[in-house]
């Protein structure tokens, strides 16, 4: 399966968008990923919020690339990725990298909430906006066992 990248680029997009509004509903703060980006990239908020929509638009590309590999119905698939996606490079890497300690809990006991639950909303955007099509034969056996 090949990967359509006019539409993981604007799943990575609007994902991006969502994850930021999810985190301004849920911190009621605008904009902090890319702020601590810019600010750990010493390019401010205006290199901050490029790179914080190029990193959805790359998560969007691997999902499509892997997604196909993945098992269930499109939302447990993009959940699928998204939860592992902010395990290893939220939790474990980004977060401690950055002195919030593990899942961010040196910066508070719902960092580690609020980062799934921004991470997830990013996910159901890439399950609608980059569905997984479902190749000839595996429409086939799918028919044959109902």
């Known amino acids: 399966m090949r990967i359509r990248f006019g539409k993981a680029v604007l799943a990575g997009l609007v994902g991006t968008l969502v994850f930021d509004i999810a985190g301004l509903l849920m911190k009621r703060e605008w904009w902090d990923t890319p702020a601590m980006l810019g600010t750990n990239l010493d390019l401010g908020l205006a290199g901050g919020v490029p790179a914080h929509y190029a990193i959805g638009i790359v998560l969007a590309i691997i999902y499509a690339g892997i997604a196909p590999s ?25 977060q401690p990298l950055l002195g919030m300690g593990i899942a961010g809990l040196e910066a508070g006991p719902l960092v580690p909430v609020i980062s799934l639950a921004g991470h997830w909303a990013f996910g159901l955007v890439l399950a609608v906006l980059y569905p997984v099509r479902r190749s000839a034969s595996a429409e086939q056996v799918a028919t044959a066992n109902r």
Do not use: C, E, S
């Open 70 to 94: 993945l098992w269930g119905p499109d939302w447990v698939r993009a959940l699928m990725f998204m939860t592992v996606q902010t395990v290893l490079g939220v939790w474990l890497f980004l």
